[in-house]
């Protein structure tokens, strides 16, 4: 019977539907309802990850570290993670979070860029924290490939690597290829975790698949709080985990209740799969565009489906949130369409 240890990544990437909004109240009432019904690890930081607060990914209502601190009070058994991209977090960021009580660093990169998280997991491993290696938008590279940049993160000392679906692009053969691959070519004592976006409808599917291919780390978030169409739902995970016998150790009726009671009934927010949610999936855009191109959709009067298709046919990455801008531009100008004057000189 498989046992899977589920990260519950609302306080994170659930900041994204929320532009960054998240309140000290907010974060202390549902880590504190979240490790009750036992989930073992929470992810918060701003969605992008630390030190993501900024005109370029949105600016948080509230410093993170203030958010981590109040998280780390709360709980009395979860643990606290913390996610970096380096080039945006810094290993003082890392320093800073784990002084506040965050135990587990999630150091994410582009799929193909491994390397540049030697300092970080190394710095976060003298720290005494658990290191996850997260390569994002893993939809674009093929198996083999993978393989490459998840020994990397592995040689550097990574406890975990993830395959990250960051733009819920891939379907459950995808998921099976590269999760089974990763779990054949490292060291039994590495883990493998899985990552799901729901853009394309199929985030607890592939959670299951995932499992079944030999991960033993999956990531959900509360009702799906998350960037694109949301992650995979924690309760439904858990929900259907319970049903093959897979042991997480979640009370299943406590994290419904979070769903629905805190995220559904106070925050007010469900994402769906809905046209611009499964352009992202379609063309594997990177899950977090997705509010940028609405406000661009907005300032331009360009449809959103439109933007990402653009940016979807550029492949663009995350950080490079400014593709949005000028794709949205370059589809108002074909229109006829004169921006706002604000931005007549962009």
């Given at each position: 019977m498989p046992k899977v240890r589920i990260t519950d990544v609302s306080l994170r990437d659930g900041s994204h539907p929320l532009f960054h909004q998240f309140t000290v109240d907010q974060v202390t009432r549902i880590a504190?309802?979240?490790?009750?019904?036992?989930?073992?690890?929470?992810?918060?930081?701003?969605?992008?990850?630390?030190?993501?607060?900024?005109?370029?990914?949105?600016?948080?209502?509230?410093d993170e570290l203030k958010l981590i601190e109040a998280a780390v009070a709360t709980v009395k058994q979860a643990k606290i993670a913390v996610l970096l991209l380096p080039g945006v977090g810094t290993i003082h960021d890392l320093k800073e979070s784990?002084?506040?009580?965050?135990?587990?660093?999630?150091?994410a990169t582009h799929c193909t860029e491994a390397d540049i998280s030697a300092q970080h997991i190394a710095a976060a491993k003298d720290m005494g924290m658990e290191v996850v290696g997260f390569l994002m938008m893993s939809h674009l590279i093929e198996a083999p490939e993978l393989v490459v940049q998840a020994k990397l993160m592995e040689?550097?000392?990574?406890?975990?690597?993830?395959?990250?679906?960051?733009?819920?692009?891939?379907?459950?053969?995808?998921?099976?290829d590269r999760v089974s691959a990763l779990r054949a070519a490292l060291q039994p004592k590495t883990h493998v975790g899985f990552h799901a976006h729901n853009n394309l409808g199929l985030g607890v599917g592939n959670a299951v698949t995932a499992v079944k291919a030999g991960a033993d780390n999956i990531d959900g978030a509360c009702r799906g709080l998350g960037a694109g169409a949301g992650n995979a739902a924690t309760e439904a995970i858990v929900a259907v985990f319970n049903k093959l016998g897979w042991e997480t150790g979640i009370d299943l009726y406590g994290v419904m209740d979070?769903?629905?009671?805190?995220?559904?009934?106070?925050?007010?927010?469900?994402?769906?799969?809905?046209?611009?949610?499964?352009?992202?999936?379609?063309a594997g855009v990177y899950s977090s565009f997705l509010r940028h191109a609405e406000n661009a959709s907005k300032r331009f009067g360009v449809p959103t489906a439109k933007i990402l298709e653009a940016v979807g046919a550029r492949k663009a990455v995350g950080g490079q949130e400014d593709i949005i801008v000028e794709c949205a531009i370059e589809l108002a100008a074909a229109k006829g369409e004169k921006p706002a004057p604000e931005l007549a000189a962009v």
């Amino acid at each position: 019977m498989p046992k899977v240890r589920i990260t519950d990544v609302s306080l994170r990437d659930g900041s994204h539907p929320l532009f960054h909004q998240f309140t000290v109240d907010q974060v202390t009432r549902i880590a504190g309802a979240l490790d009750a019904a036992g989930v073992p690890l929470l992810e918060v930081t701003h969605g992008d990850g630390l030190a993501g607060s900024s005109i370029q990914f949105g600016f948080s209502k509230v410093d993170e570290l203030k958010l981590i601190e109040a998280a780390v009070a709360t709980v009395k058994q979860a643990k606290i993670a913390v996610l970096l991209l380096p080039g945006v977090g810094t290993i003082h960021d890392l320093k800073e979070s784990h002084k506040r009580g965050a135990s587990v660093a999630r150091i994410a990169t582009h799929c193909t860029e491994a390397d540049i998280s030697a300092q970080h997991i190394a710095a976060a491993k003298d720290m005494g924290m658990e290191v996850v290696g997260f390569l994002m938008m893993s939809h674009l590279i093929e198996a083999p490939e993978l393989v490459v940049q998840a020994k990397l993160m592995e040689s550097y000392g990574a406890d975990v690597v993830y395959v990250v679906d960051s733009a819920g692009a891939q379907t459950m053969d995808m998921v099976h290829d590269r999760v089974s691959a990763l779990r054949a070519a490292l060291q039994p004592k590495t883990h493998v975790g899985f990552h799901a976006h729901n853009n394309l409808g199929l985030g607890v599917g592939n959670a299951v698949t995932a499992v079944k291919a030999g991960a033993d780390n999956i990531d959900g978030a509360c009702r799906g709080l998350g960037a694109g169409a949301g992650n995979a739902a924690t309760e439904a995970i858990v929900a259907v985990f319970n049903k093959l016998g897979w042991e997480t150790g979640i009370d299943l009726y406590g994290v419904m209740d979070v769903a629905e009671d805190i995220i559904g009934g106070e925050i007010g927010i469900t994402p769906i799969v809905n046209r611009a949610a499964l352009v992202l999936g379609y063309a594997g855009v990177y899950s977090s565009f997705l509010r940028h191109a609405e406000n661009a959709s907005k300032r331009f009067g360009v449809p959103t489906a439109k933007i990402l298709e653009a940016v979807g046919a550029r492949k663009a990455v995350g950080g490079q949130e400014d593709i949005i801008v000028e794709c949205a531009i370059e589809l108002a100008a074909a229109k006829g369409e004169k921006p706002a004057p604000e931005l007549a000189a962009v």
